[in-house]
């Protein structure tokens, strides 16, 4: 379906845009069952001549961007729009080589996650895993993701969004357009966030022990570390309840909670597309608050993106490398992307590892016995008794806790506990 025949006849539904209306628990697996494993991302141009229909698709998707004109008048809006910043986004791409890392990356992931997903589930499930790349913008699309599925025979959904924290503007928008034109008819479970999962956690300091090295001895103790997140609109918290950025405030917690380093941290916003108000502190004017602080040396951590795009090959490394030097910060590096960290592709795997349930351990005829599941980190439903409140919309919104404990598949029930529960701040 093109981005305005979308737009046409989308129709907002709340339940949807939360995720809240999706299984966020299990789904029986048995034998003979290929369970397919849906990779949402935002997607990207891979190379200059798709930049303006990938602009333009973004522009019309009335969940992420907010154009604030009358939706008769948006396709116009969007065109010229696109048009005018397609020329800019033109002259990054030529900047960092002429592509996008995106595809390549996501690519290598879906392949990375196929093999770890059968290897480490496929004889105690006695299923098949396969993993399928869904862009919401630019190939493969969901409708290519669902058409593969079909002819693959999927009898089971898992839904993973390729993004840490939950997000109407992200993970919302995938699902409403999935909801809409992509769905498989077959027993589905989202993976709604993962947030402080500990193997997310481990890479994303790996990422940061390793960019530290990249700066000069005599300079890495006074080294501050910015936490950049994707862009969001303020309209979803207000409307939706979206605690996207309790989540990226709850990876930093968790990644700073392991660092023994004690350096000075901050966490920005990228600008979202289109007209509405941001979610949270801009990242030029946290470099220039940082600067006026004292930093001198800076080291930028991509918080919500699992792969190198053009936001980190050119927003980051060399757009916000400018506003460093022009501010007075002398040192500045951005972290490695995680692309294909064993730690990621564990995370991700574990997380589908939680949502699937196989036939033996749900009173089914299979002979497998529970000492020979794999091992791995599953999800409990207890919420930390105590959440600090998010320094951005003053919440405290609980993430999915995560523990060494417990069955090996599925969340472990913990009386008067709610997944994803909200405690007054």
Avoid at 11 to 40: A, F, H
Avoid at 153 to 180: F, N
Avoid at 244 to 252: E, F, L
């Amino acid at each position: 379906m093109t981005p305005l025949a979308y737009l046409r006849t989308y129709r907002p539904d709340r339940s949807v845009l939360t995720g809240e209306g999706y299984n966020q628990g299990t789904v029986r697996v048995g034998k003979g069952d290929v369970v397919g494993v849906v990779m949402m991302e935002l997607g990207g141009p891979l190379q200059p001549d798709e930049v303006v229909p990938f602009l333009e698709s973004r522009l019309l998707d009335p969940v992420e961007v907010d154009l604030r004109v009358p939706k008769a008048l948006r396709p116009r809006v969007a065109h010229y729009i696109a048009r005018r910043r397609g020329r800019e986004l033109r002259r990054s791409f030529e900047m960092i080589g002429g592509c996008s890392p995106l595809r390549r990356h996501v690519s290598e992931q879906a392949a990375a996650l196929q093999r770890r997903l059968n290897d480490r589930f496929g004889a105690a499930t006695d299923a098949t895993f396969r993993t399928y790349v869904a862009m919401r913008h630019g190939d493969p699309s969901m409708e290519t993701a669902r058409r593969r599925m079909v002819e693959d025979g999927v009898t089971k959904v898992i839904l993973l969004p390729l993004q840490p924290h939950y997000s109407a503007s992200m993970a919302g928008s995938a699902l409403s357009y999935w909801q809409a034109h992509g769905t498989v008819s077959a027993p589905t479970a989202l993976v709604s966030e993962y947030a402080t999962h500990p193997k997310l956690v481990r890479a994303l300091n790996e990422r940061i022990d390793e960019g530290l090295q990249r700066f000069p001895r005599e300079v890495r103790d006074r080294v501050q570390i910015l936490f950049a997140a994707h862009g969001a609109l303020r309209r979803h918290l207000q409307k939706l309840d979206d605690p996207y950025c309790c989540h990226v405030q709850a990876t930093v917690r968790a990644v700073l909670d392991v660092r023994s380093d004690g350096r000075g941290s901050a966490v920005a916003f990228l600008p979202p597309l289109g007209a509405g108000r941001a979610l949270g502190a801009r990242l030029g004017d946290t470099i220039a608050d940082l600067a006026d602080d004292g930093a001198s040396a800076l080291l930028v951590v991509p918080i919500s993106f699992l792969s190198e795009r053009v936001d980190t090959a050119f927003d980051l490394d060399v757009t916000a490398r400018g506003l460093a030097s022009s501010e007075g910060i002398s040192h500045f590096e951005v972290t490695n992307g995680l692309n294909c960290h064993p730690l990621l592709i564990d995370t991700l795997a574990e997380c589908v590892g939680t949502h699937v349930e196989p036939d033996a351990l749900a009173g089914g005829d299979g002979v497998v016995e529970a000492d020979d599941l794999p091992e791995i980190v599953t999800t409990g439903t207890a919420v930390r008794a105590r959440v600090p409140a998010c320094p951005v919309c003053e919440r405290s919104v609980a993430t999915r806790t995560w523990r060494p404990e417990g069955p090996a598949y599925g969340p472990s029930p913990v009386e008067g506990d709610v997944t994803d529960q909200r405690s007054a701040a």
